[in-house]
């Protein structure tokens, strides 16, 4: 479910676009900083607009973006006209801004070219009808604010792709939104949003809708209709009614962490393309039977849910990857999971297992097995077939006893032991028998293996 990424930045912009000591005051300042840049073919001006909307600080970078074609000729096209593979036209195409006050002055909407805008500051309470003026913004990033409302001219941004309003108070979305006919991704998590608009079902390139932590308790009926639609995130939405998430053809990644679900609707068994499920923190009194014929699943997160068992028939996820059930009640686990042979990632850690799970031994694709926090006393010689183990976690177990041998575990590279471990000599010399380039963790201090045999031995 996303954020700003990396920039490169050529040499700052001088002459208008900064005042005397790098200070610059009023619109008129803001719309030199902006010509400043227009030096360059492609620029991303950088400013603090005071709480008066008059004072300004201005830092104006310009970057070179070359459109298509090779390289090394891009910068042969400023100044003169642009040929193909020469860089954009004049002007800045990004503009990333701290606002201080709680109003985003108009000029900004009046940049020509702009494509990206980023609104810091965090003092923000709305955005302008003007935004609608942005005609070729791809990319609106709003989030940590004090929003309470979009304005309906959202809707004439037809070229955005990407709009973030994470962080704010909105309480609803404008039915607008459904004009946002390139929008690619939604973020509107951590906000007060208790319903989603129907006409929201009608955004036809929608691949990533982020929903979490907000007072969501049921989704739009027609949802099925984003046929787009690649990852869903709904976590901390309290006892949300999930079922029309089923009708999602292409929906790959589901989120329904901490929603206070008993179960899970039984519409969620037609999503034969998911491979991530997380559904961790709901206090299931059993494994959810919809998840049964998910069989394209590689991820599925199970922790926190207070399971006591788990089905014979989650050994028929034979795509699973990683699985994660920390945190719940468990002691065993059927031997059926021995069909699991591509799991490369086990979470056991925190729950009641007073012994490792001869299903686990099967699972020959283990590279990190965490079994911290539970009642297991011996490490049986059965580990030793897990040859492509890199990590494994045992602290916080009151073990007394390794194998004799654990030398076929020669991928190993971090062994994490309870604190006190090193008391029989046998471990001592299974530790130093453990690869050169590993690490034994007792608790805090760590030891490296290149020094174990002066040590130890």
Known sequence: ???????????????????????????????????????????????????????????????EEPLRGPEPQAHRGLGRRRRRGDLAPAGPRKLEISVTGEEIPPEVFRIPGLTHLTVGGRSTTGLPPEIG???????????GHRITALPREIGKLSRLESLY?????????????????????????????????DEMTRLPKLRDLSLATNRLTAL????????????????????????????????????????????????????????????????????????????SLRSLYLWGAKLTEVPS???????LTLLELEK???????????????????????????????????MTSLRRLFLMDNRISELPAGVNALTRLER?????????????????LSRLVRLELPQGALTDASVRGQI??????GEVWFGNPVYHALARCEQWC
Not at 16 to 37: F, H, I, K, N, P
Not at 133 to 143: A, D, Q, T
Not at 392 to 408: I, V, Y
């Open 1 to 63: 479910m996303a954020g700003a990424g990396g920039r490169d930045h050529g040499t700052p912009l001088t002459g208008t676009a900064q005042g005397e000591g790098g200070r610059a005051r009023g619109a008129s300042d803001l719309r030199a900083a902006v010509s400043s840049a227009r030096s360059i073919s492609s620029g991303t001006v950088r400013c603090t607009l005071g709480a008066d909307g008059r004072h300004r600080e201005v830092a104006a970078r310009g970057v």
């Open 133 to 143: 003026n942005c005609s070729g913004l791809k990319k609106l990033n709003v989030r």
């Open 165 to 197: 309003v994470d962080g704010n108070a909105l309480t609803s979305l404008p039915a607008e939104i459904s004009e946002l006919a390139s929008l690619e991704t939604l973020s509107v998590g951590n906000n007060q949003l208790g319903a989603l608009p």
């Open 220 to 295: 739009p009926r027609e949802l099925g209709r984003l046929a787009a639609l690649d990852a869903l995130e709904l976590d901390k939405n309290a006892r949300v009614d999930a079922a029309p998430a089923g009708e999602l053809p292409a929906l790959r990644i589901l989120g329904l962490r901490s929603c206070k679900l008993a179960d899970l609707p039984a519409s969620l068994a037609k999503l034969g393309s998911l491979e991530v499920l997380a559904v961790g923190n709901n206090p299931f009194p059993r494994v959810p039977e919809a998840i049964r014929p998910l069989t």
């Open 313 to 319: 028939w989650l050994g028929g996820l034979t795509r």
């Open 328 to 362: 719940n009640a468990l002691a065993s686990l059927p031997s059926e999971m021995a069909e699991l042979t591509g799991m490369e990632e086990l979470r056991l850690e925190s729950n009641a297992f007073d012994h490792v799970p001869s299903a686990v031994f099967a």
């Open 392 to 408: 494994l976690d045992l602290t916080g177990n009151p073990l007394e006893k390794l194998p004799a041998d654990l030398s076929a």
């Open 432 to 437: 130093a028998r453990l690869p050169p380039s």
